[in-house]
């Protein structure tokens, strides 16, 4: 028998193929352009900056990429705009989990704001309920389909506002119900994640994990804080932790190894205590959190063994999908198999479900996957 060559990650159907997890990706950052235009119509929502599915998607995109978070944000009132009914909250959720199953997502962790889709009446509940009944359907589908995966949901509050609190207790009083833990996202500039310090005392007392957007549009201090006062399980993004890395002179990001790189006290808490780093590239580059692909500190972070993870944010923003993520850091980096599947083990390490179900995934639909894409 002649063994294959095995397959390249360049190779798009095998990386369709490749067992991945996703940690960070925002529901409201993900519909379909034809999606968000039906909503639009159903719904009455009359604001759409685009009249047909492809103009949609360019337009999401491209304003997207304004070299400010701020900005990039703004793009999201119209996908929150057309997701403030039980229906559409349900649909959106189960085509969410399809297409992430498409893409041979196994786990997803997908999170998004209850606090703004409340605009036409409906309270918190109904909204987490809505959102929970689309996942499952979405992975009832997917699983009939041949692609089975399991969704769970995170629920964020919003940085700028004042319902942290009560968020994080929606999140608990879910637990056992598919909400797997809390975040808190938005503008970082003026707003630390200490001012929400309530909520995540709230998420600890309850022994409930969570995660904070940290590091992004901010630097250092916003790390810290989110490790030092709030106590986070993981960071949201966290790339400005490059700034507190000095590598040997000459060092290029692209390197293979980095003997000699000093790291502060923010650095080493963050590697020592092996705190995941979701770090989405596209986004990152779209927002301004790093300047280009090129000169993201993805690989530098890897290479010094920090508990690095891949992840979309927002893959309508970013024209993205899980693939695609993995096939730019392998265009720009140069990995293989063997690194995407230890960047997937971080990532299933670092979930918040049980760890005994994290295993599962580990042992039972990670490890074969990519034997089977090592040996071609
Ligand atoms: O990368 C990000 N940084 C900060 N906030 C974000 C990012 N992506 C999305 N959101 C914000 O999170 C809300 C809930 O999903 C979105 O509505 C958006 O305002
Ligand atoms: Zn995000």
Not at 206 to 216: K, L, R, S
Request: aromatic residues 8%; hydrophobic residues 40%.
């Amino acid at each position: 028998m002649t063994s294959m060559p095995p397959r390249s990650p360049l190779d798009p159907a095998a990386l369709t193929l490749a067992p991945k997890v996703l940690l960070h990706d925002h529901l409201d950052g993900g519909l379909r352009p034809s999606t968000v235009l039906e909503l639009a119509r159903e719904t009455g929502y009359d604001e759409l900056p685009a009249e047909t599915a492809d103009d949609l998607a360019v337009w999401f995109r491209d304003a997207a990429d304004s070299g400010s978070l701020e900005r990039y944000l703004e793009t999201f009132a119209h996908t929150v705009g057309v997701m403030q009914t039980v229906g559409a909250l349900e649909r959106v959720a189960a085509e969410c989990v399809e297409d992430l199953a498409a893409d041979g997502v196994v786990y997803a962790e997908v999170r998004y704001a209850p606090e703004q889709h409340l605009e036409r009446g409906l309270e918190l509940d109904e909204v987490v309920e809505a959102v929970l009944r689309g996942f499952a359907q979405g992975e009832r589908t997917a699983a009939g389909s041949g692609r089975p995966i399991a969704v769970r949901c995170l629920v964020t509050a919003m940085r700028h506002a004042a319902r942290s609190r009560e968020i994080a207790e929606l999140a608990v009083r879910y637990r056992d119900r598919g909400v797997v833990g809390f975040d808190i996202a938005g503008a970082e500039a003026g707003h630390p994640p200490s001012r929400h310090l309530d909520a995540f005392e709230y998420m600890r007392a309850n022994c409930a994990p969570f995660t904070i957007h940290a590091g992004e549009a901010f630097g250092l201090p916003s790390i810290h804080e989110a490790i030092g006062f709030c106590g986070t399980d993981r960071l949201g993004h966290g790339v400005r932790v490059i700034d507190d890395i000095t590598l040997p002179p000459g060092a290029r990001p692209d390197d293979d190894s980095f003997p000699g790189a000093e790291l502060g006290l923010i650095a080493n808490i963050v590697r020592d205590k092996r705190i995941p780093l979701e770090l989405c590239p596209s986004s990152n580059v779209q927002t301004g959190a790093v300047a280009s692909l090129a000169q993201h500190p993805f690989n530098v972070l890897a290479r010094l063994r920090f508990r690095v993870t891949v992840n979309t944010d927002n893959r309508l923003m970013s024209d993205t999908t899980m693939s695609k993520e993995f096939a730019k850091l392998s265009d720009q980096f140069g990995y293989g198999w063997t690194d995407f599947e230890r960047f997937t083990v971080n990532a299933m390490k670092s979930a918040f479900i049980h760890f005994d179900e994290r295993l599962a995934f580990i042992d039972d639909v990670i490890k074969p996957g990519y034997a089977v894409l090592l040996q071609g």
